[in-house]
């Protein structure tokens, strides 16, 4: 199975920050990586397909990079908005560790 | 519009059964795989199971595999997801997710989720 790892855990942050977030793949996924924003007692909101393209609708202050094993979410300049759990989600195969474990954003 | 409808959530004692289910709209529910992804209180996100649109293949997390069966009723456009052998780590907040291509791919429609409670 594919694991999925994610880093930070927890990012505290202020608005008008630039900030990243980490996930790695146990084996190559080649660009096979979706983010998303999660928000409690919501459905999580899909950001970033194929590891760098913006789904319709999402800010551009959000960006995606990587391949293989390596990939990366930035927020380029954070909003109160933007306050919520991220998820990185691989989906070159069907993996119980699909998804990391989850990095939850808080306010500074 | 997609929409996704989930259903069946409930209060269930260990070793107990429940059946899910999510009503699709919107999109030719036919053509698509169907995934179950689910969400224990204070945990991340976990995909649980995956359907074909014609329902012969299906997929499972190890952590389910063996006790739950998902299926497909596609004269209703609805998915079902049979839960047997319950455990409280199963309960948990169940989504249906719909992936952006006709395969594996991005979940780009989910629904509200419905709320699993496995204890005695």
């Known amino acids: 199975d594919i694991q999925m790892t994610q880093s930070p855990s927890i990012l505290s942050a202020s608005v008008g920050d630039r900030v990243t977030i980490t996930c790695r793949a146990s084996q190559s996924i080649s660009t096979w990586l979706a983010w998303y924003q999660h928000k409690p007692g919501k459905a999580p909101n899909l950001l970033i397909y194929?590891?760098?393209y913006l789904q319709s609708g999402v800010p551009s202050r959000f960006s995606g990079r990587g391949s293989g094993t390596e990939f990366t979410l930035t927020i380029s300049s954070l909003q109160p908005d933007d306050f919520a759990t991220y998820y990185c989600?691989?989906?070159?195969?069907?993996?119980?560790?699909?998804f990391g474990q989850g990095t939850k954003l808080e306010i500074k | 519009e997609v929409q996704l409808l989930e259903s069946g959530g409930d209060l269930v004692q260990p070793g107990g059964s429940l059946r899910l289910s999510c009503a699709a709209s919107?999109?030719?529910?036919?053509?698509?795989?169907i995934n179950w992804v689910r969400q224990a209180p204070g945990k991340g996100l976990e995909w649980v199971s995956a359907i074909s649109g014609s329902g012969v293949n299906t997929y499972y997390a190890d952590s389910v595999r063996g006790r739950f069966t998902i299926s497909r009723d596609n004269s209703n456009n609805t998915l079902h997801l049979q839960m047997n052998s319950l455990r409280a780590e199963d309960t948990a907040v169940y989504f249906c997710?719909?992936?952006?291509?006709?395969?594996?791919?991005?979940?780009?429609?989910w629904g509200q989720g419905t709320v699993v409670t496995v204890s005695s």
């Open positions: 989600h691989q989906y070159n195969t069907y993996s119980s560790g699909s």
């Open positions: 919107g999109f030719a529910f036919t053509t698509y795989v």
């Open positions: 997710t719909r992936p952006m291509v006709r395969g594996l791919g991005a979940f780009d429609f």
């Open positions: 194929k590891a760098s």
